[in-house]
């Protein structure tokens, strides 16, 4: 099992950047791949990118490429989300999530953080 929280969500202004992070507990999160999703009032949950466990393959919505990166820390047990060039399209609920291979669908994920609010005012 893996429980996961997730910080650094906030209120930008357009053009700019928020570091999200999202703490992993439990001895195993090097097993696990991790993604982040997003959820805007009314809309439904979408992939944001993911990373495999080891780091060394990212992926990410087209929405977010060139803007977004995904990076992983497994001595920190921490996962992050480098968010660029912020736009108020961006604005919604961010959720890190845990599964055992990296994909767009959130049905696969088994673990879920509690969500953090990303703001972006234009």
């Known amino acids: 099992q893996v429980q996961l929280v997730e910080s650094g969500g906030g209120l930008v202004q357009a053009g700019g950047s928020l570091r999200l992070s999202c703490a992993a507990s439990g001895r195993t999160f090097s097993s696990y791949a991790m993604g982040w999703f997003r959820q805007a009032p009314g809309k439904e949950r979408e992939f944001v990118a993911a990373?495999?466990?080891?780091?060394?393959?990212?992926y990410y919505a087209d929405s977010v490429k060139g803007r977004f990166t995904i990076s992983r820390d497994n001595a920190k047990n921490t996962v992050y989300l480098q968010m660029n060039s912020l736009q108020p399209e961006d604005t919604a609920v961010y959720y890190c999530a845990a599964t055992y291979f990296p994909e767009a669908l959130p049905d696969n994920y088994g673990y879920w953080g509690q969500g953090t609010q990303v703001t972006v005012s234009s």
């Open positions: 990373i495999s466990w080891s780091g060394g393959s990212t």
